[in-house]
């Protein structure tokens, strides 16, 4: 976004795709390539880039690494900072740098490429990336499962973690999400209706009978649809893939926070709470990993508030969202960054002195505060 006459700088041309490595499992790559052309490139090899959003056609991998994008897949992959070995980079003085390169293992000195994933374009521009790959998944098993609240979420997910599973996702949305993706998309309802819906994708090397073990939970289990093929499981990732775009109508107003797994109930619940005491008026929709413990809270509209409005009650609401997240030791962006929406809140949860550190940081990179100026902090 600019905001006081800066100039637009637009990777989408940096499209080269380099011929994969299949035996070091690397591949470099210009900052536009989107997601899903580099996922068709790899998947040649039986290789992919496991960093995998819903966004995938139109997200790149700049995008991706400037803001350390997670995705569907976190939970067993990462994020997008873990699958990446080298960088090429303009600095703050425009000089061409590459920063490592193909090495799964290098500890000579700072890791400067790491410094710069995350960093939101403001103390380098990433040009190209040198990519870790991973072998394409195994065939999964997907379930998407009504259950009774969201503490009965997080009870399922514990109990699943004991068994003898790979988890490739957990993910969970609120009932008002469901609704709307069956209004926006008319998909069919899959299950009854029920406070909270789990998104289950999982690897079964001990071929564990899924769909008995889900109905012997019933306790916090209503009912559960497990997919019969791969072409059933696509089907059903959608009821979750799709839930922002459903929303998007209702100009939703979009929060990004993350505690620890076991609060994540505690957090969902306090939040809801505040909102239905001080904005009954307010519909709130809740999605998120379940799997790292990162929220998605989006409150919705109400139809007779004009747009300005609604961002100074939305900005009102957002001081006590980031302190209820800062009581629980949280995050107020566990995966899309600070930019200018979050930049009055981020010593809320960060301290002076990592504040100063961070300044530090910028001015050596970037004196002229020439990139991206104005995000995250001031200078």
Known sequence: MASANEVVLSLDRLRALGSIDPLNRSVTVGAGVPNQVLQEHCALHGLWWPVDLASKGSATVG????????????LRYGHA??????????????ELLQLGGALHKDNSGY????????????????????LALAPLPRESEVALVACRDL??????????????????AFEFFSATCMDQVLRHTGLPRPLPHSEAYALIDLENPSQMDVAL?????????IDAVV?????????????????????????????D?????????????????????????????????????????????????????????????????????????????????????????????????????????????????????GKIFDV
């Not at 995008?63 to 976190?74: C, E, I, M, R």
């Not at 890791?111 to 040198?130: D, F, M, N, P, R």
């Open 81 to 94: 900072r873990n699958w990446m070995l080298g960088l090429q980079v303009v600095t703050a003085t425009g």
């Open 111 to 130: 890791a400067l490429s790491q410094l710069i994933v995350g960093s939101e374009g403001t103390l380098a521009i990433i040009t190209a990336a040198t």
């Open 213 to 221: 073990w889900l109905s012997a939970a019933n306790d916090v289990v």
């Open 257 to 373: 926070v993350a505690v620890a797994i076991s609060q994540l109930a505690q957090l969902a619940d306090r939040v809801s709470g505040w909102l239905r005491q001080n904005r009954p008026q307010w519909e709130v929709a809740l999605f998120g990993h379940v799997g790292d413990g990162n929220l998605h809270v989006n409150t919705l509209a109400p139809l007779d508030l004009i747009a300005t409005q609604w961002q100074l009650a939305c900005a009102e609401a957002d001081a006590e969202l980031y302190a209820i997240v800062a009581s629980f030791g949280g995050s107020l962006s566990a995966e899309h960054g600070v930019g200018l929406s979050k930049k009055a809140y981020l010593s809320v949860t960060r301290s002076p002195a990592e504040i100063a550190m961070m300044r530090t940081i910028k001015a050596a990179l970037d004196p002229s505060n020439v990139l991206n100026p």
């Open 63 to 74: 995008g991706n690494l400037s803001t350390n994008a997670g995705g569907l897949k976190v």
């Open 227 to 255: 997919a019969i093929d791969a072409n059933a499981a696509r089907k059903l990732w959608l009821y979750r893939e799709r839930i922002s775009e459903s929303l998007q109508p209702l100009r939703p107003h979009k929060n």
């Open 151 to 168: 503490p009965a979420v997080l009870d399922l997910f514990a109990r699943l973690r004991e068994q003898p599973i790979i988890f490739n």
